[in-house]
């Protein structure tokens, strides 16, 4: 056998240095794997890097995942024969963007020991902690300042982060050499960092804890976009906006994968549909004819999948190979949500649903019932809505939507919304998958129906088709949650045309209240009486509020529409903008990852704002709203 005929470990080639610079150069993407374990992965231009090199012996679960949510990273494996070729690539990334934009700032982020001498508590291996390892010089000071203000703002599990400074020239791990000596980055225009991160993340024996990692990550991507964006406003050319900007824009392949997987799980099935009974009529005359002294017995649609086929599809969708924090987030939420929907599907007519309803829409909370309580006492009983110019039937309101969907395709050729008269759902309307539905037996009054068309067409329908313009199928199916701040926004809108009347107000409030009632064990026969009784509702609407509250067993849904318009309230006295709330279908915490989004240009503008956005007294109502107004005060439409 000949010497010297052993395999060579691989090597980081001109040639891969080569083709990276050069996307580079031309502002393209680069993604590609490195020698023996890793990636490189540069979204775009950019004045920064952020490395992670594995080590050698042992093993380090977890840490690259620290970087990997970047829009520019590098990992490596941190064996000495990668040592030369590393250096080289990276002070040709380097070089490229110092003439891009006068600076560059390399960061290395490494895992430390559980527990650490240094530290106050040093037996606390469950605290964040974060060294930060920076050279002295004057010219990181106020970087490193902001770099360690953004740190000790992240927290873990309830735990509030550690952050201490360790000025050397060696930034990088203990036992490696740096990847640009100090001296070879000054000269290039470089800048240097280095953060050691206590392992939070990781048990004793080297399991990783995912939700941990996901809460840290998370809380350390937002630390160092603040950092980038302050190096970069005081130390390079670039100019952006706001740190978010920073941020990834390129979408890997796994996102479409979960996005897809889940909107198919979400489509195969409509959940307000399924637990809309088809025997409303039927069961009101039944009702009527015991002397409302029996329960109704509703019937439901059958369900059109199995459980557990679904439930197998949903947990195949692989969220977890998703790097983006923010779009993991967003992706667990709904897959959590759609796997407690099947659940319920699952449970109609069983004590459990109502228990599942609970843990997805919540109950009724003190405040909600007590502003409840205020609207109805201070709302005469027996109002009745104006019907000085009669009524719609629903085939002539069917008429007046599809007019209002006309205007809406005008502008944008994909808004193909339907309108259809069913038999087989309550009196009443509802959207399903972006078309209104209308209940055969609805009658309108005509002082009604603008209001209804902003809510149902103008909210509902518009902030589906506008999410169907997104790339994620999510934001028209609904992010998790959003029920309330959807519903919120659709009730403002009837005020913002002038038609929140009221009588209207009087039907949210009761719908609180019965909401109550059935999680405080009253029967359908209870909350029906308490209704017409008490509170002086006609019979037909007392059993309609009550069917929707009992129906499958207990849905604690309806508490949304009055909880939602107080989230929006204070929304917009908190200069909240209407443009994020018409992305799609999202919850209040959503916004600021909306934002995020749009920053990084993930999601486009909305194609589509609702008509009462362009009348002078719906702004001018908006204006009132945003000096502030309580759900009180829209009863005499005075803001404080």
Known sequence: MKKGNATRPPAITDRLIRAVCERLEQNKRVRRAMPTWGRIHIDRQLPFLCVYRRPVRGSDAGAERLVTSEAAYLTAAGTGSLQEGLTKLVRSIAESMVAQYGAFLLLEVWSGDASDSDSENADDTHTPRFRIVAPKDKNVGALVNTFDEALSRIAVSKRTAEAIIRRTQRCCPKNYAPILPEDVARKLGCRTLGLEVRPVYRGESGEVFPAV????????????????????????????????????????????????????????????????PTNSEEARREFQKNRCEVPPVFQYRPFPADPVVLKRRLFGAPVERVEDPALSLLLRQKQDELDRQITMLSDVNTRRFAYGSLQLFGGVEDDLKRLADQLLYRLPPRMREESK????????????????????????????????????????????????????????????????????????????????????????????????????????????????????????????????????????????????????????????????????????????????????????????????????????????????????KVLCDPPLRPRYMESPDALSRLEDVRKGMTAIDLIDGRSR
């Open 213 to 276: 990692l996901r809460e840290l990550r998370h809380g350390l991507s937002q630390a160092l976009g603040q950092t980038f964006y302050k190096f970069a406003r005081t130390q390079t050319t670039h100019r952006p906006g706001h740190y978010r900007v920073l941020g990834r824009r390129a979408v890997v392949k796994a996102v479409w994968e979960v996005d897809r997987q889940l909107a198919e799980v979400s489509d195969s099935f409509d959940f307000l549909l399924q637990v809309t």
């Open 389 to 600: 110019s009669g009524h719609l039937n629903a085939e002539a309101f069917a008429e007046r939507a599809r007019e209002e969907v006309a205007y809406y395709k005008s502008r944008c050729p994909q808004f193909d919304a339907g309108v259809q008269v069913r038999d087989d759902i309550a009196s009443g309307l509802m959207v399903s998958r972006g078309s209104l539905l209308i209940g055969k037996h609805t009658r309108i009054p005509a002082s009604r129906v603008e209001p209804l068309l902003q809510h149902e067409v103008g909210t509902h329908v518009l902030t589906y088709f506008n999410g169907r313009a997104q790339p994620f199928r999510q934001l028209y199916s609904g992010l998790a949650g959003y029920e309330a701040f959807q519903e919120g926004l659709a009730v403002l809108s009837e005020y913002l045309v002038g038609g929140l009347s009221r009588p209207r107000l009087r039907l949210l409030a009761a719908r609180v209240l019965a909401t109550r009632h059935m999680t405080d064990g009253a029967t359908f026969v209870d909350t029906y009486r308490e209704l017409h009784g008490l509170y002086g509702f006609d019979p037909r609407t007392a059993f309609t509020v009550a069917m929707r509250i009992y129906r499958g067993g207990g849905l604690t849904k309806d508490a949304v529409y009055l909880r939602g318009l107080c989230q929006m309230l204070e929304y917009f006295a908190n200069k909240g903008d209407i443009g994020p709330l018409l992305v799609g279908k999202i919850a209040a915490d959503h916004v600021p990852i909306v934002r995020e989004l749009q920053w990084r």
